[in-house]
Each structure stands twice: as C-alpha cells, then as structure tokens.
T-cell receptor, first 115, second 116 residues
Framework: GENVEQHPSTLSVQEGDSAVIKCTYS??????FPWYKQELGKGPQLIID?????GEKKDQRIAVTLNKTAKHFSLHITETQPEDSAVYFC??????????????FGSGTRLQVQP | DTGVSQNPRHKITKRGQNVTFRCDPI?????LYWYRQTLGQGPEFLTY????????KSRLLSDRFSAERPKGSFSTLEIQRTEQGDSAMYLC??????????????FGPGTRLTVL
C-alpha cells in the first residue's frame, strides 16, 4: 500500500519568513495530493491540493509543487503570519482507482510562527 | 452550519464497554469516510461508504468495529468491547462524487474517545 513520509515534524519560523514542508510517497500510481491544516480541537481543513498532471499550484501565500519522477511534493507558505500556526498534513490518493477513495496521510508538521 | 458534524465530541468509557459515534455529512454529499487519529499522527483510514454501500474497509477495522449508513445519510461507528488502544480521535469526512473531480474530502471536528 501507499506510504507517505513528511518532514520536518516541527518547524519554527519568524513572522514574515517562508515555511517549506516536504513529503514523499511510495506508490507511483498515486495522482492526487491534498494538504490539510489542523488547528487544536478541530478536524483537518483542506488548504490546497494538486493533481499529478500539474507541477505547481498557487493560491495567494500558499503553493504546492510536485515532482512525479522523484515522488515528492512540497508545501510552501510565504509571508507567514501567527494564524498560520497549526499542524499541517500532506496526503496521497489514487484518484481514479474505482472503489478505493482512502487518503494516506503523512505524520504531520507542527508549524509555529513567532511574532 | 452546513459542514460535517459529529456527536458526541468527547466520550470517556471504561474498558470493555461499547460505544457508538454519529456522523452527519454535508447534505448533498454521497460519500462518507471514517478515519482514526492518534496523538501526534496523521489520520488513518478506516472505512468508506458511497450512499449506503460500504465499499472499502481498512485492515485497522477489526471485528470489534462496525460502521453503518442505513439510509445513505448519517453514519454510525460502533466499537464493541473497547480496549485502551482504541483511545483516539475518530474523524468523519464526506465528499461528493458529482462535479468535484478531485472528490475533496471535508472533515468534521471529530469525536475524542478515551478508554479508561
């Protein structure tokens, strides 16, 4: 089955700096990669996703890049703000695998933005 | 609020007791998922329904666990003879098979189970 590894497990940055979180996946058939943000006491919230026919996607201060050959994808947050502090999870899935809809998650990165 | 809702939010039980959790998905969503999240880890997939049919089950879903979605709307997850290792956050998510080709999963706030 799929295995997703995520690094680093914790990340502390100064407000205004950039943050980068990296994930690798094992199943070359995976073709959908969402990123979720989880705040204390809440469920994960989708912040951005990318499909394997796209190398990069950007939404305001957040961007995701995908390298299919190396089987890794990264989340980039620019101009970080204290409200970006949370746990971030990457995930992978075979998008068109009929009957199989499970997301496989990484172990999470706790991001702390110091004001 | 039209998001995914879960009840109860917290449950404390003694080892050996049975517990049941409820999930109400976003109203127009026909797919519903259960995940389990332990402290410091990412969510782990348990099972998924399309309408009332249970289409995928993880090996994590032992025979003490049973999930139902009888009318294709809300779902229940029951754990029988709870063990301390069952202590975790149980997350529900829903998605729609129509329109959104990425089948985005939207998560509820979770039910935190503590087994004493």
């Amino acid at each position: 089955g799929e295995n997703v590894e995520q690094h680093p497990s914790t990340l502390s940055v100064q407000e205004g700096d950039s943050a980068v979180i990296k994930c690798t996946y094992s199943d070359s058939a995976s073709n959908y990669f969402p990123w979720y943000k989880q705040e204390l006491g809440k469920g994960p919230q989708l912040i951005i996703d990318i499909r394997s026919n796209v190398g990069e996607k950007k939404d305001q201060r957040i961007a995701v890049t995908l390298n299919k050959t190396a089987k890794h994808f990264s989340l980039h947050i620019t101009e970080t703000q204290p409200e970006d502090s949370a746990v971030y999870f990457c995930a992978a899935r075979r998008e068109l695998d009929k009957g199989r809809r499970a997301l496989t998650f990484g172990s999470g990165t706790r991001l702390q933005v110091q004001p | 609020d039209t998001g995914v809702s879960q009840n109860p939010r917290h449950k404390i039980t003694k080892r050996g007791q049975n517990v049941t959790f409820r999930c109400d998905p976003i109203s127009e969503h026909n797919r519903l998922y259960w995940y389990r999240q332990t402290l410091g880890q990412g969510p782990e997939f348990l099972t998924y329904f399309q309408n009332e049919a249970q289409l995928e089950k993880s090996r994590l879903l032992s025979d003490r666990f049973s999930a139902e979605r009888p009318k294709g709307s809300f779902s229940t997850l029951e754990i029988q003879r709870t063990e301390q290792g069952d202590s975790a956050m149980y997350l529900c998510a829903s998605s729609s098979s129509g329109g959104d080709i990425t089948d985005t999963q939207y998560f509820g706030p979770g039910t935190r189970l503590t087994v004493l």
